[in-house]
């Protein structure tokens, strides 16, 4: 089993999440709990531990001072934080200094057995051939507009992150990072571009092409593409043809 440590300031909460989630079934066993990343990185300085669930705001030293330090003292540990609140400021920081996922307060079983799941796969192809965290976060993004272009019609951030295995609002600020888009300027790119090659076929209605890109209404499919191209899908058509 891979072992971990918890860190919250307030022992309540991390006694209820060490009591909450089915850690051994996931292949984890939680090693210590501390109320200070000071008495946590003290301790992982003299035991293995693969994984660190950690608060994000605590008073003395925060999560990032903390993944600083691991970083600092070349610790291979993955760093997964835990937020009441989502701040994207925070979230970037995160990702700067390699953290694995950013969750928001309360974490649902679902969202943390899914994060667990890909924690233990990576750390079982790390073992078996090395993977780095820019290659890690490229497949992400590289998966995630695969699945943009593929399912164009009906994609959402929550199931995109689903398909990858980590939190929506994480997707969300490592795709940002990434590709320097939103999830939402992405997956309208898609669509425009489509839409553009599907009015190039006389035989296609608009209202057609709207549908087959994911748009129940024509007129909203219209004024995306005149606010995208400067021009209506008709008189892109009458140009084209």
């Not at 909460?13 to 051994?24: D, K, Q, S, V």
């Not at 608060?55 to 999560?63: K, N, W, Y």
């Amino acid at each position: 089993m891979y072992h971990v440590i918890v860190i919250d300031d307030e022992p309540k909460l991390a006694a209820g999440m060490i009591r909450h989630y089915p850690w051994n079934k996931l292949g984890f066993e939680v090693v210590g709990s501390f109320e200070s990343a000071a008495e946590a990185l003290a301790y992982l300085e003299k035991n293995k531990v693969e994984v660190v669930v950690s608060d994000i705001s605590m008073p003395e030293m925060s999560g990032i001072d903390l993944i600083k330090e691991i970083q600092r003292r070349s610790l291979d540990i993955t760093v997964v934080f835990i937020s009441g609140y989502a701040d994207f400021k925070y979230a970037q920081q995160a990702i700067k200094y390699g953290v694995f996922d950013y969750l928001l307060k309360p974490v649902k079983s679902e969202e943390f057995c899914t994060v667990f799941e890909k924690i233990r796969t990576r750390l079982s192809c790390r073992e078996e051939e090395g993977v780095t965290e820019e290659s890690y976060y490229s497949k992400i993004v590289k998966r995630t507009e695969s699945y943009l272009r593929k399912y164009m019609q009906e994609a959402t951030l929550k199931e995109a992150a689903g398909r990858v295995g980590i939190s929506d609002s994480y997707l969300s600020v490592i795709f940002k990072q990434y590709t320097g888009k939103t999830f939402s300027e992405a997956l309208q790119e898609i669509r425009m571009n489509e839409a553009r090659k599907l009015l190039q076929n006389e035989y296609l209605k608009t209202y057609e092409i709207a549908h087959l890109i994911g748009y129940d209404d024509p007129k909203n499919f219209t004024r995306a593409f005149r606010n995208y191209y400067g021009i209506s899908p008709r008189e892109y058509r009458n140009h084209k043809l």
